[in-house]
């Protein structure tokens, strides 16, 4: 039952994501104005499959995922495979090289990683977990290995799983729940405080459960539950300047959503959503008034329109640039769009959405020390590792 969901919904994602009928993913013209911004860039690494996470030591250091499952670590443009990495599970579709679901996802150094040396690294286990361990690098081999926080069930339908700091000692973590939910067979994981999909997850640096984490109704102790009634968050970003943690997830076909996360709060999935089912079929239980008295609304969300009814964007980053090279990136966010191809900025302000001439399916951006902006771009040929890491500057 569970290998028979896994593919219907590969198959369904590929259609939705991919829209192509070769191994060579096209780029669709942008849903949103062009923003004609004057910047360079620069191809720094490349011959990845899905380059997922970025860890950024300093200007010229970084560790590296492969969503296949392999982690580098690249240097003054030297570039070696870390071995020792957990065997992962990807799935995607049967006899085409796609890979849509599970794998190595993001990766994190701790804020002491000058004086610990700790990397975290987030991912799909073999046996259906969601995990997140830390370990250590020596001579490009892992070691000291610990698995610090797994899911108490099986996760198959997750993309998301990004790690950001909130200081040296919490950190924030993502766990995806794409399910295909409707109004008349509505899929609850994300409702349910049992269950650690659909969350946002927030740790020790050690895994522990903080204790000023909020205690939900029925419960008399704190978990790591931050936040819930999320559909797969794939971008998190914690604004150190306000303290606020911003979140961008998936909605199904529509509905795509930027979030401020708060403490405790119920974001709604599949209750309400903005969106509809892949196949038309109306997703929310609930009416608007009535999410209104219990969960939280986006800040903004998004819905191409189509004369099916509307089209997902499909955010896979988040990035709020500030002090940036590029001055008509400061103060926006910017963000991944799978769906179209190319990266996009968003003008929190004014609510306007820009498309960016950067093609590709954008996994990770990041911004490095000098102010220019580090991206993470999955392979457009599905036969070729062609994946790339690259600088965007002024």
Same mark, same amino acid.
């Given at each position: 039952?569970?290998?028979s969901?896994?593919?219907?919904?590969?198959?369904l994602?590929?259609?939705?994501?991919?829209s192509?009928?070769s191994?060579?993913i096209?780029v669709?013209?942008?849903?949103?104005?062009?923003s004609?911004?004057?910047?360079?860039?620069?191809t720094?690494?490349?011959?990845?499959?899905?380059?997922?996470?970025?860890?950024?030591?300093?200007?010229?250091?970084?560790?590296?995922?492969d969503?296949?499952?392999?982690?580098?670590?690249?240097?003054?443009?030297?570039?070696?495979?870390?071995?020792?990495?957990?065997e992962?599970?990807t799935?995607?579709?049967?006899?085409?090289? /796609?890979?849509?679901?599970?794998?190595?996802?993001?990766?994190?150094i701790?804020?002491?990683?000058?004086?610990?040396?700790?990397?975290?690294?987030?991912?799909?286990?073999?046996?259906?977990?969601?995990?997140?361990?830390?370990?250590?690098?020596?001579?490009?081999?892992?070691?000291e290995?610990?698995?610090?926080?797994?899911?108490?069930?099986?996760?198959?339908?997750?993309?998301?799983m990004?790690?950001?700091?909130e200081?040296?000692?919490?950190?924030?973590?993502?766990?995806?729940?794409s399910?295909?939910?409707?109004?008349?067979?509505?899929?609850?994981? /994300?409702?349910?405080?049992?269950?650690?999909?659909?969350?946002?997850?927030?740790?020790?640096?050690?895994?522990?459960?903080?204790?000023?984490?909020?205690?939900?109704d029925?419960?008399?102790?704190?978990?790591?539950?931050?936040?819930y009634?999320?559909?797969?968050?794939?971008?998190?970003?914690f604004?150190?300047?306000?303290?606020?943690?911003?979140?961008?997830?998936?909605?199904?076909?529509?509905?795509?959503?930027?979030?401020?996360?708060?403490?405790?709060?119920?974001?709604?999935?599949?209750?309400?959503?903005?969106?509809?089912?892949?196949?038309?079929?109306?997703?929310?239980?609930?009416?608007?008034?009535?999410?209104?008295?219990?969960?939280?609304?986006?800040?903004?969300?998004?819905?191409?329109?189509?004369?099916?009814?509307?089209q997902?964007?499909?955010?896979?980053?988040?990035?709020?640039?500030?002090?940036s090279?590029?001055?008509?990136?400061?103060?926006?966010?910017?963000?991944g769009?799978?769906?179209?191809?190319?990266?996009?900025k968003?003008?929190?302000?004014?609510?306007?959405?820009?498309?960016?001439?950067?093609?590709g399916?954008?996994?990770?951006?990041?911004?490095?020390?000098?102010?220019?902006?580090?991206?993470?771009?999955?392979?457009?040929?599905?036969?070729?590792?062609?994946?790339m890491?690259?600088?965007?500057?002024?």
């Amino acid at each position: 039952m569970i290998k028979s969901i896994k593919i219907l919904f590969a198959i369904l994602s590929f259609c939705c994501l991919m829209s192509c009928q070769s191994n060579l993913i096209k780029v669709p013209d942008s849903p949103y104005p062009i923003s004609n911004d004057s910047f360079s860039i620069d191809t720094i690494a490349q011959g990845f499959t899905i380059p997922y996470g970025i860890a950024i030591v300093e200007e010229n250091e970084y560790f590296i995922t492969d969503r296949i499952g392999k982690m580098f670590h690249l240097k003054d443009g030297h570039q070696n495979e870390i071995v020792g990495m957990p065997e992962v599970v990807t799935f995607g579709i049967p006899d085409l090289p /796609a890979i849509l679901h599970g794998g190595l996802m993001d990766i994190s150094i701790h804020p002491n990683y000058a004086t610990n040396s700790w990397i975290y690294i987030s991912y799909l286990d073999s046996d259906g977990l969601a995990k997140v361990s830390r370990l250590k690098t020596q001579n490009n081999i892992a070691t000291e290995f610990e698995t610090i926080f797994a899911t108490r069930n099986t996760n198959y339908t997750g993309n998301g799983m990004r790690i950001v700091w909130e200081d040296a000692t919490h950190f924030f973590l993502n766990v995806g729940n794409s399910d295909f939910s409707t109004r008349t067979n509505p899929i609850l994981y /994300a409702q349910d405080l049992n269950n650690d999909a659909g969350k946002i997850h927030r740790l020790m640096e050690d895994g522990s459960i903080p204790s000023d984490n909020p205690v939900f109704d029925g419960f008399t102790s704190p978990s790591t539950i931050w936040s819930y009634g999320h559909r797969d968050v794939q971008g998190l970003y914690f604004d150190e300047s306000t303290n606020t943690l911003f979140g961008i997830e998936h909605g199904p076909k529509g509905g795509d959503e930027l979030n401020i996360i708060k403490k405790g709060k119920n974001y709604g999935w599949p209750l309400f959503s903005y969106g509809i089912n892949y196949d038309g079929a109306q997703v929310a239980t609930i009416s608007k008034d009535s999410a209104a008295t219990f969960t939280v609304f986006p800040e903004r969300y998004w819905t191409v329109p189509t004369k099916d009814g509307g089209q997902a964007i499909a955010p896979a980053c988040l990035l709020k640039v500030t002090g940036s090279t590029i001055s008509s990136w400061n103060d926006y966010f910017v963000f991944g769009s799978l769906a179209y191809r190319r990266l996009m900025k968003y003008n929190h302000k004014t609510g306007e959405t820009f498309g960016l001439n950067i093609e590709g399916r954008v996994r990770t951006i990041k911004q490095l020390p000098s102010g220019a902006i580090i991206a993470l771009i999955e392979r457009n040929d599905l036969n070729q590792s062609n994946g790339m890491i690259v600088r965007i500057q002024n």
